[in-house]
């Protein structure tokens, strides 16, 4: 009898020990890490606006400056002529979040150089292709991505790179202080502009790997475990830095200079911008450029940039707690709810467990918002809540009920999602049509539709819900449903238009689509369409090598506010190919982070123009799936349709 009790008391302290080992590898390995970034854009949001100095300056290249000079990029003159006013105005640093990597018009260039010489304040950036991230030692590139003209680079401030890397989630929340390329540290442009700005060295910037980086002696800048530095964003992105109009500064500044030529007063005082760092950078709508962040859905790169050059100059950085204290705090509050769920009766036992959870995620918070001290929550709460079911079996045997009738309820929702999915390809005279979605998780947020109008006219319909999962999926059936009230127009645009105005009458917890409804006529020859913000159509001419992409001039995505829309056309004949995606194609990345690109499948498709339809199709999913090597990370849609 004994001899059992001690087996059993063995077994149990040996499962006990086995659960605790896990606790710990759990926690090291931040296998949950997806969701414990969550945690963190929590506490971003619930902490104050952070301290702002008014000396930073954003310039944006928005919406306006593309309407008043055309479409990006524009010549460089007004680029000289920017830094031209923002020199003379006092400016003590102009940092370019532009790329200057290829020759442009002469004249142009010419001026640039010249007003970059004779500054003597400006900096520019260069891009590294990252071949390697993720470990403690700096991250290695194996070649430039976009690099800097020489005549540009010689006469600059300074130069660094201004690489972002992307969190699990896909939101932009470190950088890289140093990249190591061809054996040579590089480092990340901000820290010359602080260094020149604070009277520093570069030689001064000393990193330890996954520790810190000194600047000098006086400032110590945390790194997590990858070596890279978490941006500290103040807030919002129009809520913090003081932002001016790239187009205003350039008519105030020649107002200013030439008021007989332009007969206008200035519309900006550019004496403001005495003693600043400027930090310029496109902001358009639509501009690549422009990722989420813990604030915002879309905030443009230059922001990035802008944050943590402010983080020098305040002295305010997050430090993340490292493995080895998150894993001891973890098994303390393992402990603590273990031997206290055990003895308490099952009311009790929830209550501390609550308790605790409350308590430790509110010193979570503070610790960030008095400190910058980010220790992991989710995991933590997860172990904590599981515990307490392993314990409480009865709560455990609920959740594994919960969990089968979610895996059943996703299920459905598949099958109603394909529900509002074209059943059956339209007949029409002989327009050829194939499509395809393959969803990356069992419900998505692609969406087409298919519309007969006549024997020789035919719709197609393809978007893209932001996000992923439930939400885009409920909202993917919304915006089918919507789009079919309008069928009956005949004017793409038109049809956009107000389906727009209802998703943003009827707006939906921040979502949107990006969308393109196209007519194809095959009596006339003609392909009329509108665009809401979403990626162009292939056309492939039979008898031209060059596929030609088919993008509109106006167009937002829809469901964010009232906009305009153009009406686009295109002549096409007998034989001629089109080929609509969404950004699962294009966006697709394998293992060395690379993207698929909008040129490799332009190339793919050119290359195999006289494939039907549905081979078409089938050979873009196929390329990217191979492309990937890895589990599919969005939803994949195409769409081929052959004239004649």
Known sequence: MNVTRVKKKIALY?????????????????????YELETLDIRFRLRPTLQVKKNIVIIEIADDTIDKIGKWPFSRRYHATLVEALTEAGAQAIVFDIFFSEDSDPTADRLFEEAIKKSGIVYLPYIFNIKEEGRKDVPVADKLQEAILDRFESFAKGAGFINIIPDVDGKFRRVPPIIRYQNIGY?????????????????????????????????????????????????????????????????SYMSDKFPEVTGKEAILDLTSLQDSVCFIGVTATAAPDVHPSPFDSMYPGVGVNASLFNSF??????????????????????????????RAK??????????????????????????GLWIDVFCPFVVMVFLYLGITFTRYMGEMRGRELLEKELAIAKRIQESFLPQEIP???????????QTAKQVGGDLYDLVKISPEKLGVMIGDVSGKGVPAALYMAKVVSEFRTY??????????????????????????????????????????????????????????????????????????????????????????????????????????????????????????????????????QDTVKKFEKKAQHDDITVIAVRIG
């Not at 002295?315 to 769920?341: D, W």
């Not at 007949?427 to 979605?437: D, Y």
């Open 187 to 251: 480092p990340h442009v901000c820290f010359l502009v602080a260094a020149n700005y604070m009277g520093k060295k570069q030689d001064d910037i000393k990193i330890t790997p996954g520790r810190y980086v000194k600047m000098g002696e006086d400032q110590k800048i945390p790194l997590d475990s990858d070596s890279n530095i978490i941006v500290n964003f103040p807030g919002r992105w129009q809520d913090t830095f003081r932002h001016y109009s790239y187009i205003d500064i350039i008519e």
């Open 346 to 371: 099952t009311l009790v036992g929830f209550l501390f467990v609550f308790l605790l959870t409350a308590a430790y995620v509110l010193l979570a918070v503070l610790l960030f918002i008095f400190f």
């Open 487 to 620: 069928m009956g127009l005949s004017n793409p645009k038109e049809i956009v238009t107000k389906l727009n105005s209802r998703l943003v009458k009827e707006g939906s917890a921040g979502l949107f689509v990006t969308l393109t409804y196209a007519i194809f006529d095959e009596k006339n020859s003609l392909l009329l369409y509108a665009s809401g913000g979403h990626l162009p159509i292939i056309m492939l001419k039979k008898d031209k090598s060059e596929p030609i992409l088919l993008d509109a001039k106006e167009g937002t995505p829809l469901g964010l506010f009232d906009g305009e829309f153009s009406a686009e056309e295109a002549r096409f004949g007998k034989g001629d190919m089109f080929v609509m995606y969404t950004d699962g194609v294009t966006e697709a990345m394998n293992p060395k982070a690379e993207m698929f690109g909008s040129s490799r499948l332009a190339d793919l498709v050119a290359k195999n123009r006289s494939l039907t339809p549905q081979k078409m199709v089938d050979l873009v």
């Open 427 to 437: 007949a029409t005279h002989s327009i050829q049509v194939a499509a395809s979605m």
């Open 313 to 342: 100059l305040i002295g305010k950085f997050i430090a993340r707690a490292t493995r080895s204290t998150n894993a001891a705090i973890l098994v303390f509050l393992s402990l603590l709810l273990f031997f206290v769920s055990k």
């Open 14 to 34: 040996a499962g006990l020990l086995a659960v605790f080992i896990a606790i710990i590898a759990l926690s090291y390995s931040r296998f949950l890490d997806s």
